[in-house]
């Protein structure tokens, strides 16, 4: 359920009887002829869908991430790493504050990452708290399921083309675009950046039908679901 389709009374009713919630991190970035909120959307979504069945409380999604490689393309917000680990202490010790102990961190963009790395430490000050960091997009069965798919995937490409993410008026090349050279692209600054990517997309073609993105997206729910009911260390 939905945080914002809830008032604080049925929060604290919640937290009498579970200790669960679901704390989505997205990103405002370029994904080429996709939404600027992509990552934030898919976030959001596949944790609304794994926790509808469940009862349990989904946050808004965090929309701002650490994503300086992309600032040369309009629309795209960058945080600073400091920022952002700060607002990560600030977002999860308010929660536990309240009384949250078991969350469950559904993070849609990879430069995100270094909040992973830094979960440790907030875990060392809050030992009575479980917090799982999960990457929707490459966990093992539905990074199996894209791969089986179709092996060409990246980011802006097929694999983020959902009809939650396409926008209509956008137009593009259908052409399978080859992979970038990611170890050139790390190198460049921003400007450098736009200038290899084109449209945005590192590989692939722009998208694929929408059953076989069904099926990806279900895959992605079911494995989300299973961490919220049984993926808590004791």
Known sequence: MRVQDLNWEGVEAFLRRDDRAVLPLGCTEQHARLSLATDSLLAERVSVEAAEHLGIPVFPALPYGITPTFTAYPGTVS????????????????????????????????????????LGEWLARHPDARVQWHNWWN??????????????????????????????????????????DLARMRQLPPAG?????????????????????????QEAVAETRELLEGGWAS
């Open 139 to 180: 966990a093992p069965r539905t990074w199996a399921a894209v791969q089986a798919t179709d092996p060409l995937a990246s980011h802006a490409s097929w694999m983020e083309n959902f009809p939650w993410t396409r926008l209509e008026e956008a137009s593009g090349s259908a052409e399978r675009k080859p992979m970038v």
């Open 79 to 118: 945080l600073r790493v400091g920022t952002y680990l700060a607002l990560l202490d600030d977002l999860l010790s308010g929660l536990h504050a309240q009384g949250f102990r078991r969350l469950l961190i559904v993070n849609g963009h990879g430069g995100n990452s270094p909040g992973q790395g830094w």
């Open 193 to 217: 950046v736009r200038a290899l990517l084109g449209d945005g997309n590192f590989g692939g073609l722009p998208g694929r039908p929408d059953a076989e993105m069904e099926a990806i997206w």
